[in-house]
């Protein structure tokens, strides 16, 4: 139920829409040539300058590079078509756009990923670096042709304030880049329409529709156009308003561990590149700041030795300051850590990592949340061995449930129900109660104890990192007499992972998929430990980093376990929990 404040807040705000689009406001002088403050114009490119103009040549070619893959449109770009489905919805007003019904509109993602025009930025970069007028032309040419088939609030990429915000961030870009090396026409004509896109972020900030990332993205770009155009005529309450929103959702959004509330390891990149962003522009406050560095101490920790994020929850395949390469990284500690807030544990000894999720879902909706409570993921350097299955789509129904499942996760499933039950593509109901018992690290060993309660089951997992050698896990589900079904799933980045594990059970092969990046997906290897009858049941597995494992026992009663794991070479490891 929306309460009497928010009913008058959306009222308000489509009625500042309908004027809007009725009577789009025009900039009365020409703001003078964009100069960057010194500590955005100091910022170096995150992908090498050859990489730049090939990716630059590309897109004269109208050959974008959109979720890991190429689209090429052909010489009429088509901007409000789903090229990869063949579905175009037509310049209605933008609240008539049925942009969530895939029949009707195609997939939006799609559709506003090359709408975000960050393809124009690698123009104005490769304008900038080698002078040449091509890359220019050709950035004019597109925004002059978008600008006639996305007529101010019509059409598709008017539908998400989000999509607006990129895509008015990306022509900050371009005017900071090759704004002087624009004719004076289309440059008034240009700034005119980024005032729009401005006037149209005031007007529908998501202060109650996703007050998340959507909300951040919104609130940075308000804030970077008043701050970097205070000749507009509302620059200065944009500036104002957005800082004071940016300030606010660090506090909400950003718990004490520095974790993102999200539960997502791809929207706290998300989310981290927003409020960094804004601190390069800003005078944020010094909780603002000590929160922020919180944030880069956790994905310090995350990104392991071979610096890189492991995937936990959504990865919409989106990026705020670069759509190719990998953000540069600096020197890293791979020490074992606790963020309790988030529920993330971190266990690490040599080039070994293991990140294990043993949090809740995220707040509200828990939109971006997975269903994979006490799943980790394990990498030795820069080679994965145990993975997350990915996100690979938001609209069809049948794949976006399996990809957020708990079979996609190396985590329990008992009789085929999923930890909580999905409601729509962002939503979860029956959410469990996830707990963390018990954690200790020391030189040589790392110990977890955590719960997950759900439907009056019981899974108690326990992991034990003897470093660098070995992991040992051991779960116990309990519940409800009767027979049940329990499910532990693994999923593995190639087939000889499984050369490194032993199981206390009969495992068989299963297909499984995998999605590196959104919109992608392809087979994986997989195994399953099946388990019917009555509880409690305790199941376990070993992996052995350095040893060809052997065969793994249970050795004691189900209230004092111990393992023992026979390697090939002939040595034994036992372990007590």
């Known amino acids: 139920m929306r309460s009497p404040r928010e009913i008058a807040f959306r009222l308000k705000q489509e ?73 175009e919805t ?136 008043g701050a970097l155009y205070p000749a507009f005529p509302r620059g200065l309450h944009w500036q104002s308003l957005g800082h004071q929103l940016l300030e606010q959702q660090m506090e909400r959004q950003v718990r004490d561990d520095g974790s993102h509330f999200e539960q997502s390891t791809y ?22 700041k000590s929160k922020l560095q919180l944030m880069e101490e956790y994905l310090d920790a995350l990104r392991g030795p071979a610096k890189t994020i492991p995937l936990i929850g959504d990865d919409d395949g989106g990026r705020f300051f670069l759509i190719s390469g990998e953000r540069p990284a600096s020197s890293h500690e791979n020490r074992s850590r606790l963020f309790p807030d988030a529920g993330t544990v971190v266990m690490a000894a040599g080039d070994i990592q293991i990140v294990i999720k043993a949090g809740g879902f995220g707040p509200g909706s828990a939109g971006h949340s997975h269903s994979d409570a006490l799943s980790f993921v394990c990498r030795r350097g820069a080679d994965w061995l145990l993975v997350d299955s990915g996100t690979y789509t938001y609209l069809d129904p049948e794949w976006r449930d399996r990809f957020r499942g708990s079979a996609a996760h190396n985590t329990i499933r008992i009789d085929h129900h999923d930890q ?72 593995a980045a190639r087939p000889d992972t499984f050369q490194q594990m032993a199981f206390s059970h009969n495992s068989e092969a299963i297909e499984t998929w995998h999605s590196d990046v959104f919109g992608s997906k392809y087979p994986a290897p997989g195994r399953v430990v099946a388990y019917r009858g009555s509880l409690a049941v305790i199941l376990a597995v070993a992996i052995s980093f350095h040893a060809e494992p052997g065969r793994l026992v249970i050795e004691e009663s189900a209230m004092q376990p111990a393992l023992a794991l026979w390697l090939r070479d002939g040595t034994t490891l036992r372990v007590r929990f």
């Open 90 to 225: 037509g310049p209605s007003y933008f609240r008539l756009i049925p942009y969530l019904d895939f029949t009707r509109a195609g997939d939006h993602k799609y559709i506003w990923e090359l709408n975000r025009h960050q393809h124009l930025v690698l123009l104005a970069q490769a304008y900038h670096f080698t002078g040449r007028t091509e890359y220019l032309h050709e950035a004019q040419i597109q925004l002059t042709d978008w600008l006639a088939e996305n007529p101010p609030l019509r059409g598709i990429n008017w539908t998400s304030a989000l999509e607006v915000a990129f895509r008015a961030l990306s022509w900050v870009w371009l005017d900071a880049l090759a704004g002087a090396g624009l004719p004076t026409d289309f440059r008034r004509v240009f700034l005119n329409a980024l005032y729009l896109h401005g006037c149209f972020l005031e007007r529908n900030l998501s202060i109650y529709f996703s007050p998340n990332t959507h909300l951040l993205g919104e609130a940075v770009a308000l804030h970077t156009l």
């Open 420 to 491: 909580a039950t999905p409601t729509g593509p962002f939503g979860w109901a029956g959410r469990p109660d996830v707990r963390i018992v018990d954690w200790s690290s020391t030189e040589d060993r790392d110990s977890l104890t955590a719960e997950c309660r759900y439907s009056g089951f019981t899974h108690r997992r326990r992991l034990l990192f003897l470093k660098p050698d070995a992991l040992f896990v051991l779960d116990q589900v309990e519940g409800p007499p009767g027979e049940h079904l329990v499910e532990q799933f693994w999923h």
């Open 267 to 288: 929207y706290h990149v998300y989310a981290h590149d927003m409020f960094l962003w804004h601190d390069l522009l800003a005078d944020t406050s010094p909780k603002y």
């Open 15 to 87: 009625f500042a829409n309908l004027l809007l689009w009725r009577f789009p406001p025009s900039l009365s002088t020409l703001p003078p040539p964009l100069k960057l403050p010194p500590s955005v114009e100091h910022l170096q490119p995150t992908v090498p300058t050859a990489e730049i103009l090939r990716l630059a040549d590309e897109t004269l070619q109208h050959r974008f590079p959109i979720f890991g893959g190429i689209l090429e449109t052909g010489p009429d770009i088509r901007w409000r078509r789903d090229y990869l489905h063949g579905i």
